[in-house]
């Protein structure tokens, strides 16, 4: 395969590089370490002074997922708009603010900003379906987006709108071109306002929310010598704050903590008031670096776990995967999990509906990766399952008719999907899970398989260390990763058990999680041609917790619809079908639980 031109494959990346002789000096993509990543100008090889990795384009291509990770459904280049927003539109909006009594009351008031603040972000005023308060976004000069505000919000999930089509980016972006070594970052324009009320000229803010941020303003962050983290002051404000500290670089970041009764920056400006910026700075002065992951004080351990249990609504739904009697079962997914059960049980549809429940249900970014499917077949299940369809259906006129709201439905949420039939060596394969983690900002990964990694001679050690790589992550970077298993051969009908796993003991060990599936075998493997399109498998499913760490085993039940690539809670007393060689058998479901076998007689 020929080699993409070095400089043009790391400008591509977004790495930016300084030339030294023949090599191209950048901050390592992997670690992120400053400056310790090297690239001939030449061939493209590299290497990471400090990781020790090195290899040439086409592998660092594979570990960083680039080319084989995707959203579920990208954005055309045509959706997303590339002129400014008009300059007339924005003088027109703040024109409207200046001269509104209630909205300029609302602003100087209640939420303490200056006059100066106000005019030189040009802040302005939308009517439509109430007022609302406009922040332009300005890059070079121009208004490259736009975020607004309710004044009076019906609710909280209505507080806010952005203008569609265009690209997030920093907000207050060109203060960065200002020769101040340091800045603040703050979550949302209304904060990054206030700071700048307090006299503050350094100022960004983010556009996404507290843990998103796109590269290109991660790339311009990492060009100060400290970048001050102003986050809100809760949980989700601090775990942004450590996302993000891990994208910039633990060195250059410092964050500042906010005192119990100010929620934000905009708390702080309206209790200190002409005071704020003498206050914050001496908040600034002893702002800390972000915590060095797994490494926690016991009393702050014991506040998280003391807040977690006073803000725990007892009525609260356990909402983790797609089935309540599933959620009821497992409470939280959490750690490294893995998932088994014989060939053609659904163990990928099982795993692949939680992907889609994270992702498109509970707004979680979440990572499919599969090394045995392209992104079009592992797309094909999704849709089929999500739509209730089957692949023959949706092939024959369904995608073709509401391909548009499909499209739709999932640029709503991030779903991603990665497929290489090259990956086989787990070191490579891990870096890659990393890099995506860091870049997209996963809250779930899902793998199929652990199976394929590393088949030869040495696959029961490649196994291993590839597993125990994998719960490193997960503790590391605090979320759960799901991966595929495969058992040793077993006898038709018996239900596996944990060392049941094929090759290797340290799967089972290192798992934190352990869930098993079953259905009952209705033909043997030589018979399945006589029932013609007759399931082999009974689509009644038992779900067996195996291995928790806080928790005992227990079992549940699920409906596999087969052909729609999805499974289903029964309901009690519900009759359903089963197909055998004697003809069709209708069975009424009673709720079976534990392992007993009677629901597969």
């Known amino acids: 395969m020929q080699e993409e031109n070095p400089h043009g494959f790391l400008g591509r990346i977004g790495v930016e590089y300084k030339e030294r002789g023949n090599q191209l000096i950048a901050n390592c993509p992997l670690c992120g370490k400053k400056d310790k990543f090297y690239m001939n100008s030449s061939n493209g090889a590299w290497d990471c002074k400090v990781c020790q990795e090195h290899g040439n384009i086409y592998q660092l291509r594979g570990m960083l997922a680039v080319d084989t990770i995707r959203p579920m459904a990208e954005p055309k280049p045509s959706q997303m708009k590339k002129d400014p927003v008009a300059k007339s539109i924005v003088d027109s909006m703040h024109k409207a603010l200046l001269e509104d009594k209630e909205a300029m009351e609302y602003l100087t008031e209640l939420r303490s900003y200056t006059i100066e603040a106000i005019k030189m972000m040009k802040l302005g005023l939308k009517n439509q379906n109430g007022k609302w308060i406009s922040y332009p976004w300005f890059s070079g000069g121009e208004c490259r987006g736009c975020k607004f505000r309710a004044i009076k919000p019906k609710d909280k999930d209505h507080r806010f709108q952005r203008q569609p089509g265009y690209e997030s980016i920093l907000y207050n972006v060109d203060s960065l071109n200002s020769e101040d070594d340091k800045t603040i970052l703050t979550s949302g324009e209304p904060d990054a306002v206030a700071l700048i009320s307090m006299g503050f000229k350094s100022v960004v803010a983010t556009t996404t929310g507290e843990s998103s941020m796109p590269e290109d303003s991660i790339v311009l962050l990492k060009k100060k010598k400290i970048v001050f983290l102003l986050y809100d002051n809760d949980e989700a404000g601090m775990k942004g704050c450590v996302k993000v500290a891990k994208r910039i670089g633990d060195d250059l970041v410092r964050i500042i903590k906010l005192p119990d009764e ?311 007393g519900e009759t359903y079908e089963v197909k055998t060689k004697a003809g069709i058998k209708t069975n009424r479901w009673g709720g079976h639980m534990g392992a007993s076998a009677e629901p597969f007689e």
């Not at 609504?313 to 997914?333: F, G, H, R």
């Not at 605090?478 to 018996?494: D, M, Y």
């Open 262 to 572: 100010c929620n934000d920056a905009n708390d702080f400006l309206i209790l200190h008031q002409g005071k704020a910026r003498e206050e914050l700075e001496k908040l600034m002065r002893n702002a800390v670096q972000a915590p060095i992951p797994s490494v926690h004080r016991v009393s702050d351990v014991i506040d998280r776990i003391h807040e977690v249990n006073r803000k725990k609504d007892p009525k609260e739904k356990i909402n983790e995967t797609p089935w309540d009697n599933i959620n009821e079962m497992i409470s939280k997914l959490s750690g490294f999990v893995i998932v088994s059960a014989p060939q053609g049980t659904g163990k990928t549809t099982f795993t692949l509906n939680i992907a889609d429940h994270w992702a498109r249900i509970l707004h979680k970014p979440t990572l499919l990766y599969c090394l045995e499917m392209t992104p079009e077949e592992l797309v094909k299940k999704i849709l089929a399952a999500s739509y209730e369809k089957t692949i023959e259906e949706l092939e024959e006129r369904w995608i073709e008719e509401h391909w548009g709201n499909a499209c739709q439905d999932y640029n709503q949420c991030q779903l991603y999907i990665g497929s290489s039939f090259r990956l086989r060596k787990s070191d490579e394969i891990l870096a890659l899970l990393r890099a995506a983690i860091v870049r997209f900002e996963l809250e779930l990964v899902v793998f199929d398989n652990i199976h394929i990694i590393g088949r030869g001679r040495n696959q029961k050690d490649e196994l291993g260390t590839f597993a125990l790589g994998l719960k490193d992550m997960s503790t590391e970077f605090e979320i759960p990763i799901i991966t595929i298993a495969q058992p040793r051969k077993l006898e038709p009908g018996v239900i596996m058990t944990p060392w049941d796993i094929k090759d290797s003991n340290d799967i089972f060990s290192d798992a934190d999680q352990m869930i098993i599936l079953h259905r009952q075998q209705l033909a043997a493997e030589k018979d399945s041609a006589e029932l013609n399109d007759v399931p082999v498998m009974n689509p009644l499913t038992l779900v067996r917790l195996a291995k928790a760490r806080f928790a005992l085993p227990k079992d549940s039940w699920l409906y596999c619809e087969g052909a729609q690539h999805r499974f289903r809670e029964l309901i009690h």
